[in-house]
């Protein structure tokens, strides 16, 4: 478990991490979304205890990971997959760090092989690719077999198996009881991963909310209607708050009455329906509008603002 | 905890078996678990770091390259010595020990420059923050590093020490001269230790300034070039000063030639032993309470 209580994190006039308070529960994987720039890696380097809050804790299972005899046993972490010397062997890299919490060099192999690195792992990790280097950031959070496992971006620079694989294994964490906190800057990256998702912009929490309460949000306002006798539809549908626009000739959209209340009077009236479609909204959208107001740099359009 | 992780995407575990992992794997969450876990002994951060020291290609190489230096100069400048036109530093050296030892002003600078690396180049990968939160205690890591360095320099430097002196003496081509061996051997080990205290002032540095290029130019211009400018002062100020810095100092420790402008032997170890411990001791500072 991670327990962020409002940590604050000032870089001279800059409000890095702004009373931040959340909880990273065992047994799920919980996405830590924002923008570039929102906080999310000085959130991460706080609870490694690399940077110091200007106020506020960061505990890994209840205290500052600074105080685990053997960090490394309680929080796996990977927070720079470029983090290796070019010329030392992703071997020696693991043994060098599995020795510092005095695990044995078994466990070296181990994690290479669960990783999918067991048959490269005495070559120089300066000639991996980025995909490669990302799975060799992650056996090193995997080393310490440990209750939590916090990654920042894993998913960068993956192929779409790649990102697959990694799903699968962090998914399989979950499973096992263990505490799993991903963050990205992609909801695309994070709906199919996620349980839970932890949302900040500039600093402060935007929303921290489970996926299904998040698709909840992604049901829009409008439903889109087609039926045989549309027009009686409309005539029995109007009403105060109620916005109806039409679109093709077969087509209306609604705004103001659920698809639920729509087929209740069409069904009430004898009208058919040939499709009753509530709008929905992509995560990716809701994550958006979410984090708006937030985002430092706005591109041209809303397509440049997603890039 | 004594699970082990069995986690393969391949096979992913059933409800059940999930549910039951979390039940007996009970150490989970309890904040207990951490006061719990046995602090990692001190010596598997000095083997991470060896390890760390030792795999990288360039570290050995320029570690065996500074001791072949040494050996390799040494035996030029003794051979050449009292030949009809010396020239160069063999001009300016008479004692056949000092002269056995002319490539150490080589070799003192890759040292100082392989300290530096050492740590700043972590400092640019990044790794440095990896060994810092899987360690906790930075001064473990700080630590680590100096016996790693110190240790390796020390090894292959009194290696190279010594058979420059013996190898310098043999190809000696100057008229004869005797040493007594306890002074030699005072130079030999002055000597390593002064190549020690160099690799760890490069290490202080990189700690302090977190960056190799910042790093190697402070050790350059402070250390080796820096006292050459401070002879351009009058006297009156360099007699007073001069001998206080690490280089000079350090040529007190080189030699068995008394020489008025320099410190005394133990004068000399203990005012290079404060520069070093009180690099050291800032980097260790500067280094605890910043951010990494």
């Given at each position: 478990?991670i327990?962020?209580t409002?940590?604050t994190?000032?870089?001279?006039?800059?409000?890095?991490?702004?009373?931040?308070?959340?909880?990273?529960?065992?047994?799920?994987v919980?996405?830590?979304?924002?923008?570039n720039?929102?906080?999310?890696?000085?959130?991460?380097?706080?609870?490694?205890?690399?940077?110091?809050p200007t106020s506020?804790?960061?505990?890994v299972?209840g205290?500052?990971?600074?105080?685990?005899?053997?960090?490394?046993?309680?929080l796996?972490?990977l927070?720079?997959?470029?983090?290796?010397?070019p010329t030392?062997?992703?071997h020696?890299?693991?043994?060098?760090?599995?020795?510092?919490?005095?695990?044995?060099t078994?466990?070296?192999?181990?994690?290479?092989?669960i990783?999918?690195?067991g048959?490269?792992?005495?070559?120089r990790?300066?000639?991996?690719?980025?995909?490669?280097?990302?799975?060799?950031?992650?056996?090193?959070?995997?080393?310490?077999?440990?209750d939590v496992?916090?990654?920042?971006?894993?998913?960068?620079?993956?192929?779409?198996?790649?990102?697959?694989?990694?799903?699968?294994?962090?998914?399989?964490?979950?499973?096992?009881?263990?505490t799993?906190?991903?963050?990205?800057?992609l909801?695309?990256?994070?709906?199919?991963?996620?349980?839970?998702f932890?949302?900040?912009?500039?600093?402060?929490?935007?929303?921290?909310?489970?996926?299904?309460?998040?698709?909840?949000?992604?049901v829009g306002?409008?439903t889109?209607?087609?039926?045989?006798?549309?027009?009686?539809?409309?005539?029995?549908?109007r009403?105060d708050?109620?916005?109806?626009?039409?679109?093709?000739?077969?087509?209306?959209?609604?705004?103001?009455?659920?698809?639920?209340e729509?087929?209740?009077i069409?069904?009430t009236?004898?009208?058919?329906?040939?499709?009753l479609i509530?709008?929905?909204r992509?995560?990716?959208?809701?994550?958006?509008?979410?984090?708006?107001d937030t985002?430092?740099?706005?591109?041209?359009?809303?397509m440049?603002?997603?890039? | 905890?004594?699970?082990?992780?069995?986690t393969?995407?391949?096979s992913?575990?059933t409800?059940?078996e999930?549910s039951e992992?979390?039940?007996?794997?009970?150490?989970?969450?309890?904040?207990?678990?951490?006061?719990?876990t046995?602090?990692?002994?001190?010596?598997?951060?000095?083997?991470?770091?060896?390890?760390?020291?030792?795999?990288?290609?360039?570290?050995?190489?320029t570690?065996?390259?500074?001791?072949f230096?040494?050996?390799a100069?040494?035996?030029?400048?003794?051979?050449?010595?009292?030949?009809?036109e010396p020239?160069?530093?063999?001009?300016?050296?008479?004692?056949p020990?000092?002269?056995?030892?002319g490539?150490?002003?080589?070799?003192?600078?890759?040292?100082g420059v392989?300290?530096?690396?050492f740590?700043a180049?972590?400092?640019?990968?990044?790794?440095?923050?990896t060994?810092?939160?899987?360690?906790?205690?930075?001064?473990?890591?700080?630590?680590?590093?100096a016996?790693v360095?110190?240790?390796?320099?020390?090894?292959?430097?009194?290696?190279?020490?010594?058979?420059?002196?013996?190898?310098?003496?043999?190809?000696?081509?100057?008229?004869?001269?005797?040493?007594?061996?306890?002074?030699?051997?005072?130079?030999i080990?002055g000597?390593?230790?002064?190549?020690?205290?160099?690799?760890?002032?490069?290490?202080?540095?990189?700690?302090?300034l977190r960056s190799t290029a910042?790093?190697?130019g402070?050790?350059?211009?402070?250390?080796?070039?820096?006292p050459?400018?401070?002879?351009?002062?009058?006297?009156s100020?360099?007699?007073?000063f001069?001998?206080?810095?690490?280089?000079?100092?350090?040529a007190?420790?080189?030699?068995?030639?008394?020489?008025?402008?320099?410190?005394?032997?133990?004068?000399?170890y203990?005012v290079?032993?404060?520069?070093?411990?009180?690099?050291?001791?800032?980097?260790g500072?500067?280094?605890?309470?910043?951010?990494?």
């Amino acid at each position: 478990m991670i327990e962020v209580t409002n940590l604050t994190k000032q870089y001279g006039e800059t409000l890095a991490v702004d009373n931040l308070t959340f909880t990273v529960r065992p047994g799920i994987v919980t996405g830590f979304l924002g923008p570039n720039g929102s906080g999310k890696s000085t959130t991460m380097r706080m609870i490694l205890g690399l940077d110091s809050p200007t106020s506020g804790t960061a505990t890994v299972n209840g205290l500052p990971l600074g105080e685990h005899g053997r960090p490394l046993t309680s929080l796996g972490f990977l927070l720079d997959a470029g983090a290796v010397h070019p010329t030392r062997s992703a071997h020696d890299h693991l043994r060098a760090l599995a020795l510092t919490n005095g695990l044995p060099t078994s466990r070296v192999d181990e994690v290479l092989d669960i990783v999918g690195l067991g048959e490269v792992g005495k070559r120089r990790s300066g000639g991996f690719s980025l995909g490669m280097g990302q799975r060799l950031g992650i056996a090193a959070a995997l080393l310490g077999n440990p209750d939590v496992i916090m990654l920042d971006e894993p998913v960068n620079g993956l192929d779409p198996e790649g990102i697959l694989w990694i799903r699968h294994l962090l998914q399989n964490l979950a499973d096992e009881g263990r505490t799993v906190f991903v963050s990205s800057h992609l909801m695309s990256e994070m709906e199919l991963m996620a349980e839970h998702f932890v949302i900040i912009g500039q600093g402060r929490l935007i929303k921290d909310i489970s996926a299904d309460e998040l698709r909840a949000m992604a049901v829009g306002e409008k439903t889109q209607v087609r039926a045989d006798q549309l027009d009686d539809l409309v005539g029995l549908m109007r009403g105060d708050g109620i916005e109806i626009v039409s679109g093709d000739r077969e087509t209306v959209s609604v705004r103001g009455l659920t698809s639920g209340e729509i087929g209740r009077i069409a069904q009430t009236n004898n009208i058919a329906l040939t499709s009753l479609i509530p709008e929905q909204r992509s995560l990716e959208d809701v994550f958006m509008s979410l984090t708006h107001d937030t985002v430092q740099y706005h591109g041209g359009s809303r397509m440049e603002a997603a890039a | 905890m004594t699970t082990t992780l069995t986690t393969n995407p391949s096979s992913p575990t059933t409800p059940n078996e999930s549910s039951e992992s979390i039940m007996t794997t009970t150490t989970l969450t309890a904040p207990a678990a951490a006061t719990r876990t046995p602090k990692v002994p001190t010596i598997g951060v000095i083997k991470a770091e060896w390890l760390k020291f030792w795999s990288v290609r360039s570290t050995a190489v320029t570690l065996l390259a500074a001791g072949f230096a040494t050996v390799a100069f040494g035996m030029i400048f003794s051979a050449v010595a009292e030949s009809d036109e010396p020239a160069g530093p063999a001009a300016l050296l008479s004692d056949p020990v000092d002269l056995a030892l002319g490539g150490i002003g080589l070799s003192e600078m890759i040292i100082g420059v392989l300290g530096v690396m050492f740590v700043a180049g972590e400092y640019s990968t990044g790794l440095i923050r990896t060994a810092f939160a899987a360690v906790g205690k930075r001064g473990r890591v700080i630590r680590a590093k100096a016996a790693v360095l110190s240790a390796s320099i020390f090894g292959v430097g009194l290696a190279a020490v010594t058979a420059s002196v013996v190898l310098g003496q043999a190809v000696y081509a100057g008229s004869e001269a005797t040493s007594a061996v306890t002074d030699v051997l005072d130079v030999i080990f002055g000597t390593t230790l002064y190549l020690v205290g160099i690799g760890l002032i490069g290490a202080a540095l990189g700690f302090i300034l977190r960056s190799t290029a910042g790093g190697i130019g402070t050790l350059v211009g402070g250390v080796f070039i820096g006292p050459n400018l401070l002879n351009l002062l009058p006297d009156s100020f360099t007699d007073v000063f001069m001998k206080y810095l690490p280089s000079e100092a350090g040529a007190a420790m080189m030699t068995q030639v008394s020489n008025p402008d320099l410190l005394s032997r133990g004068a000399a170890y203990a005012v290079f032993t404060a520069w070093v411990v009180g690099l050291l001791g800032v980097a260790g500072w500067l280094v605890k309470r910043r951010d990494a």
